[in-house]
Nanobody, 123 residues
Framework: QVQLVESGGGLVQAGGSLRLSCAAS????????LAWFRQVPGKERDFVAA????????RSSDPVLGRFTISRDNAKNTVYLTMNSLELEDTAVYYC????????????????WGQGAQVTVSS
């Protein structure tokens, strides 16, 4: 079992920056792919970015390329999402997820989820 707890959400103006953190705990958590997804009410949960256990490979979605950066600190069992140049369309609940497979993009590829953190971008 893996437990995930997100933090760092909040309200930010368009063009600003925010960093989300996700603390992971559980057996062998350091060997898991960790990822971020986001969801707007009434819409599907969308893939944002994922990082392999070693941190050597990353996958990001097109809407966030060049603006968001995923990273992890295995000594702290924490994954981060640094979000720059935030846009109104980035407003969503952001979820941390963990998977035993290699950088899946689908929700179904992740058996473990956090509770979510609200990010609101204002004009």
């Amino acid at each position: 079992q893996v437990q995930l707890v997100e933090s760092g959400g909040g309200l930010v103006q368009a063009g600003g920056s925010l960093r989300l953190s996700c603390a992971a705990s559980g057996r062998a958590v350091g060997s898991y792919t960790l990822a971020w997804f986001r969801q707007v009410p009434g819409k599907e949960r969308d893939f944002v970015a994922a990082i392999v256990a070693s941190g050597s490979s990353i996958r990001s979605s097109d809407p966030v390329l060049g603006r968001f950066t995923i990273s992890r600190d295995n000594a702290k069992n924490t994954v981060y999402l640094t979000m720059n140049s935030l846009e109104l369309e980035d407003t969503a609940v952001y979820y941390c997820a963990a998977a035993g497979s290699y950088l899946p993009r689908q929700v179904s590829g992740y058996p473990y989820w956090g509770q979510g953190a609200q990010v609101t971008v204002s004009s």
